[in-house]
């Protein structure tokens, strides 16, 4: 599977708009981009995947490049319940899911 | 959605014995699991994948006999920690599947287990 890049940390305002980048340059065309998110003490939570396009779902947005060489995860209007370690992962179709270091988002008010 | 429910939610015991962690999939029928292994601070690493009705397979460094893994039935998967040691304590998480691995389909995690050895 392809590795990621994330910044280790991040704040955001409550109610503004969290986006966390992601590089994957490595990625292969059948390849998955995969956001989950761990809030502490607790076991990762599924937000949302794509493999070209953008997508959207009541969690979140997330924005793939043309090349696929990054994506953005964006949160469209932050509270503190989403203070969370957010992890970018990218899997194929016959793998299981290897977690990096993830960024820790601080949402403040 | 689907659920992954996990128990113990954390758990006590003394150096020596045993622990069982059991890992269910509530709403569909998991054909693979996957345990990790979370330490303080630390992100996720996966110690096993297993397989409905076969042997688990391992990633390298994690002793299998000393992690047992059963996964008997589409819904249940457990992890045994066999004489359990002070260092063995840590956050352990079991995700399942549907099948056909990953790709287009979210793997969902259950809650974890802390396990606390003294």
């Known amino acids: 599977d392809a590795k990621t890049t994330q910044p280790p940390s991040m704040d955001c305002a409550e109610g503004r708009a969290a986006n966390l980048p992601c590089n994957h340059s490595?990625?292969?065309?059948?390849?998955?981009v995969y956001w989950y998110r761990q809030i502490h003490s607790q076991g990762p939570q599924y937000i949302i995947h794509g493999l070209k396009n953008n997508e959207t779902n009541e969690m979140a947005s997330l924005i793939i490049t043309e090349d696929r060489k990054s994506s953005t995860l964006i949160l469209p209007h932050a509270t503190l319940r989403d203070t969370a370690v957010y992890y970018c992962i990218i899997t194929g179709t016959a793998s299981k899911l290897t977690f990096g270091t993830g960024t820790r988002l601080q949402v403040t008010l | 959605g689907a659920v992954v429910s996990q128990h113990p939610s954390w758990v006590i015991c003394k150096s020596g014995t045993s622990v069982k962690i059991e890992c269910r999939s509530l709403d569909f029928q998991a054909t693979t699991m996957f345990w990790y292994r979370q330490f303080p601070k630390q992100s996720l690493m996966l110690m096993a994948t297993s397989n409905e009705g076969s042997k688990a397979t391992y990633e390298q460094g994690v002793e299998k006999d000393k992690f047992l893994i059963n996964h008997a039935s589409l819904t249940l998967s457990t992890l045994t920690v066999t004489s359990a040691h002070p260092e063995d304590s840590s956050f352990y998480i079991c995700?399942?599947?549907?099948?056909?691995?990953?790709?287009?389909?979210?793997?969902?995690f259950g809650n974890g287990t802390r396990l606390t050895v003294t």
């Open positions: 490595t990625i292969s065309g059948n390849e998955y």
């Open positions: 995700s399942a599947s549907g099948g056909g691995g990953v790709g287009n389909s979210p793997l969902h």
